[in-house]
């Protein structure tokens, strides 16, 4: 249900370009997770652990339901929902990890039950690019993703 906070022990995932991935390091910078000025203070992702299966399937799901196109080079960045919040314990300790469902309509056909907001940062632009990096910092696993 919207709104509901997504368990610590749970993961998110964003689709993130290649240009904040160093496949060198495997590590992202705060480019993937940098706000744009329609999100006021939410970023978009996908609750991984929302649907039954293994990790390929839940994956599977998501891909079928996104609404940006993927690129081929683009990753996923999984991100510990535990490990967002104590990231931002100090800085932001009212951020929310959370339920936003949304609804088929008729450019998108299908609900995407996964999709969760990463919410609410508080700040100017410099402070939501200082957001970025810290959230960049929480990544603990990437996937490849499939273009389209």
Not at 61 to 88: C, D, H, P, Q
């Amino acid at each position: 249900m919207n709104g509901n906070s997504i368990p610590d022990d749970n993961h998110v995932v964003r689709y993130v370009k290649a240009t904040a991935y160093d496949p060198e390091t495997g590590r992202f910078n705060g480019i993937g997770f940098a706000f744009r000025p329609d999100d006021m203070g939410q970023l978009s992702s996908n609750w991984l652990e929302f649907t039954v299966g293994d990790e390929a399937q839940r994956l599977a799901y998501i891909f079928e339901r996104k609404r940006i196109t993927w690129k081929k080079n683009g990753r996923l960045a999984r991100l510990n929902v535990g490990s967002i919040r104590a990231r931002f314990a100090d800085d932001v300790p009212d951020l929310q990890v959370i339920e936003d469902a949304l609804l088929a309509d008729a450019k998108y056909p299908l609900e995407d039950l996964s999709h969760a907001l990463i919410a609410t940062f508080p700040g100017d632009e410099f402070q939501l690019a200082v957001y970025s990096d810290m959230l960049a910092e929480c990544v603990d696993v990437s996937y490849e993703t499939e273009a389209g």
